[in-house]
């Protein structure tokens, strides 16, 4: 239980609460803020009768989260658009069902009254990929691409990221292969091709990097690519880590050529993941963007305890990937629903078309990842939230063989380095409606809540922080590494500061 609730902070007392030493160097606030986030729309409600179908990438992304940490343990609330509800779900580990057949991830749903809406209900679409013991994983081909400007030279960028990869390297064997590029005013082939158990040369190129220089001119990416290529492992992880604190030109001169040649790289094979370290000039907007069109993670690493969870505790689910191009399409049965909102995801829908079209790139998973999305219901009979005129010829006669059913959830994914996607089909009835939810559903729904207020969002309704905070701590589960716990103390310093 937390017992501070009640009690009123100051500024000091608030950074105490941190989840690590190292939050602490968050101290002040930069002179010059130039961070950038997108802009987008929340998703609205729309007529299950009229738009009966929803389709959307999923998302395994996580630096929201870890980003809105680091501005509620400086006492600041972040800003709207930083606040990514899907990454804020998906940056916790859940005990949905293992995969039991040839599929790479198990599909689990639920459906139970929404928490800040007592008229509505909300349905929970789980993923839970295989997890590969670490002496199975495939062999990696990793590049390290690392931002060595002036910017750099700051206590939470560049030496923090070293700490990181050093972290990331002590898990590599022989079989692995590591290089090192590094861009500033110019780029450079730090470490060629070392193997993954040469552990003290690799420290070495790392732990002997300084930061100085502009970011203006380098051509990092493509020597990245370069040796990517040169060392490129069959059936292996071929991947490009991108580390820096976000502004910076890795060398081609536009952002449409650089989109292109990550599409290329990805296609051949190459993955691209993007790590973001520091505060004041992060373009969260371009690195999200990149590790998407590079079919990898966009992680946001504040601290040491962070590095640890992305590269040592969750290395597979963010170095290898199990299946890709994961798209979901539901289908509402307007006799059970007659809106609905997928909660999240904004910037992830995707047009219904797209979903049977193996073309449209989509979402990837890794091992041992999971992913939660909720869409929150109107059901039949109740007060809607849209206005929308009812259509003449587009009324659905229930038929006894479908009265039961709420939904129907289908999900195409490819293997790895496969072409053509597979279909999944799962319905959600009845049996799926549960009074009392699991402790899953009910944590992931608070955190969902968090981002609700967060972002003040239109659709919050009753939303509060007294009440999330009562299912947060009564649905703290199995909580080994602290993850849960923590997000309670960052409710408390978001509490105060809304108050404030």
Known sequence: MIEQENKDYDKEEMKKIGTTELDAK????????????????????????QTPLSTFSIDVDTASYSNLRRYLTTGQLPPVDAVRIEEM?????????????????????????????????????????????????????LIFLLDVSGSMNDEMKLPLLKKSFNLLVEQLSAR??????VYAGASGVVLDGAEGNETEKILSAINNLNAGG????????????????????????????????????????????????????????????????????IKDNKMEALADKGNGNYA????????????????????????????????????????????????????????NDDTKDAG??????????????????????????????????????????????????????GLLSKKLVVPVTDENAKSRPSIDFRF????????????????KADASYENLISEAENSLGNDKEGYRKQFLELVEMAKYLYKE
């Open 300 to 355: 946001y690493i504040d601290s040491l305890m962070e590095a640890k969870k992305v590269l040592v505790t969750e290395m597979g689910g963010t170095l290898f990937t199990v299946a890709k191009d994961v798209k979901i399409q539901v289908e509402f049965n307007p006799s059970k629903v007659s809106e609905y909102r997928l909660v999240g995801y904004d910037n992830r829908l995707l047009r219904n078309e797209d979903f």
């Open 89 to 141: 779900i998906n940056y916790f580990s859940y005990e949905l069902p293992e995969p039991n057949g040839e599929e790479p991830f198990s599909i689990s749903t639920e459906i139970a009254k929404c928490p800040w809406n007592s008229k509505h209900y909300l349905a929970m679409i789980g993923l839970q990929a295989k997890k590969i013991n670490a002496n199975e994983l495939p062999a990696s081909n």
């Open 214 to 281: 502009s970011t203006a001119g380098a051509e990092g990416i493509e020597l990245a690519y370069k040796l990517a290529n040169e060392y490129y492992i069959e059936g292996g992880n071929n991947r490009v880590i991108l580390a820096t604190d976000g502004d910076f030109n890795v060398g081609v001169s536009s952002e449409g050529e650089l989109s292109r040649l990550i599409e290329k790289k990805r296609n051949e094979g190459i993955f691209l993941s993007v790590l973001g370290f520091g505060t004041g000039n």
């Open 364 to 417: 990837e998973i890794g091992a041992g990842h999971n992913v939660i999305a909720f869409y929150e219901l109107v059901p039949v009979g109740s007060i809607g939230s849209t206005n929308t005129e009812e259509l003449k010829y587009q009324k659905v006669e229930s038929t006894n063989e479908w009265h039961n059913e709420w939904m129907e959830v289908r999900l195409r994914y490819k293997e790895p380095e």
């Open 444 to 459: 992931a729904a608070s955190v969902a809540e968090l981002g609700l207020l967060l972002k003040n969002s239109e659709f």
């Open 26 to 49: 968050f101290d002040s606030t930069p002179e010059f803020n130039t961070e950038e986030y997108n802009y987008v729309q929340e998703n609205r409600f729309l007529n299950s009768s």
């Open 176 to 181: 692995d292969r590591v290089s090192i590029v």
